[in-house]
């Protein structure tokens, strides 16, 4: 198509879903490729606002095979992709109290033989890679040394600029406000007044996805953004947590990291609302920190240096909905990133650019993803 007024495929959004798919149809020969985005910056949304880590054990089974999947993205990228490395390995370990244990030891080898290189730690061996913690509030933990804390800058900064070196065109300050349908089929969008035709138009509006669905009339699929907060905060006086490992702990629903010579953590929130620039609740803060000092009662911070919040979006399986709208045609969603979607973008990324290309991709079974799963 080209040309100033069409593209073969017009992206609302450029977070990380965005970005990674132009990178991967720029990648697979298309350049012809317009990625709009509302804000006058890029990662000012969920991107921009993550924990920024790769952890690939997953209650969600099919997020688990994405992040498995990705992984060796990020370990070892493809050459000439990034300028500095995207993975910091210092290893997740998610903590148990003995019932999940129970459940979760006897599986540790069906993990390993469906790639996930972990092991079991007793509550000693934890205290090793991370000594603050008190060991008899947690029954053992899984530890994944592969993964660690990724550079979310780094990797969607190297997507665009592939994207952009390929021919892709990026417009910030550019939000879509409508939808240019004919004969029943997407065929663009509008942004400011003007009318941009494509072949098709795809929906990577993270938390504004439904939103966006609806404007296009597409199937009505319920993406509930959830809000979830992080603090940081100074490790006590003499305290060097830079070498510690990253813990996440199912009984005090906290995750804690180093981060940049402070520590990072997370209440686990997860409360529903509409789609908006989100913000921290105090109370929410206060009682995550009342967990965390259950567990590692030595950090309880004097006071917090950054809080902030963003959105993860769900859809009602809690898995990503990547394809055509089965009802508008022309009409392509990239949603439902949840909590995973920088460590799952690798694959994503490659699947709905090889939907867009070819109608098909022999990288992820396709079907579990489809919006259809839902009409
Ligand atoms: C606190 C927190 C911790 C997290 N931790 C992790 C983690 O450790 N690892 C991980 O992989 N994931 C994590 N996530 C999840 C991850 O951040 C998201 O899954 C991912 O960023 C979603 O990417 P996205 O591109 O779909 O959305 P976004 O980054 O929100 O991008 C969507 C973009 O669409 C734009 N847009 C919307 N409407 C329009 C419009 N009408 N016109 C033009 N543009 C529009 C928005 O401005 C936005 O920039 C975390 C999320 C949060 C909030």
Sequence with gaps: MGGARGYEVVIVGAGIAGASLAHFLAEGGLGDVLLLEREEQLAVHSTGRSAATL????????????????????????????????????????????????????????????????????????????????????????????????????????????????????????????????????????????????????????????????????????????????????????????????????PHSVYFSPEAGDLLLSPMDEEAMEPCDATPDDEVIAAGLARFAHLAPSLAPRSIKRRWSGLRTFSPDRVHVVGEDPARRGFFWLAGQGGCGIETSPVIGRVAADLILRGETRHFDARRLDPARFA
């Design 55 to 250: 952890s690939q054990l997953d209650r969600v089974r099919t997020s688990m095979e994405l992040i498995v999947a990705s992984a060796p993205f990020f370990q070892s990228p493809p050459p000439g992709f990034a300028e500095h490395p995207l993975l910091d390995p210092i290893g997740v370990v998610s903590l148990f109290g003995e019932d999940a244990w129970s459940e979760l030891a006897p599986r540790i080898p069906a993990l390993n033989r469906f790639g996930l290189a972990c092991h079991a730690m007793t509550p000693a061996e934890v205290l090793r890679r991370s000594p603050a913690l008190d060991p008899t509030t947690f029954a053992a933990g899984l530890m994944v040394p592969g993964d660690g804390r990724l550079d979310v800058h780094e990797i969607l900064s190297s997507y665009v600029r592939h994207a952009r070196s390929r021919g892709v065109e990026l417009r910030t300050s550019s939000p879509v406000e409508g939808f240019l349908i004919e004969a029943g089929r997407c065929r663009g969008v509008v942004v400011r007044g003007e009318t941009i035709r494509a072949r098709v138009v795809v929906n990577a509006g993270g938390a504004w996805a439904a939103t966006l669905g609806a404007q296009a009339g597409a199937s009505p699929i319920r993406l509930v953004p959830h809000r979830r907060t992080i603090v940081t905060f100074a490790p006590p006086d003499g305290v060097d947590a830079s070498k510690w490992t990253f813990v996440s702990s199912d």
